[in-house]
């Protein structure tokens, strides 16, 4: 076998590793609200008219927003 057709495991130790953005945003929504997403990380995208779909296409064009979001994340699993 090729490397080509091997399963990829590049980054065993990244938990971000293959989750997509959208699974994050909706975990977190869930677990805190829009309110307690507000209050963790104030981006006015989780306080003024909070959607899943504004606050994807917010976070993909904003890197530090996405960042903060994806360290909550983070937070949250590994509790």
């Keep these: 076998m090729d490397k080509e ?3 990829q495991k ?3 130790n990244n938990p971000l590793h293959g989750v997509k953005l959208a699974t ?3 975990t977190l929504h869930e677990h805190y609200g829009w309110d307690g997403l507000a ?4 981006i006015n995208c989780f306080k ?3 959607s899943i ?5 917010f976070l993909r064009r904003t890197p530090w927003a996405r960042d903060k ?9 590994k509790r």
């Design 5 to 7: 057709n091997k399963p």
């Design 10 to 12: 590049e980054q065993p």
């Design 24 to 26: 994050i945003v909706e």
């Design 39 to 42: 209050a963790k990380i104030n």
């Design 48 to 50: 003024n008219d909070p």
């Design 53 to 57: 779909k504004s606050s994807l296409k």
């Design 69 to 77: 979001v994806e360290a909550l994340y983070i937070e949250l699993i």
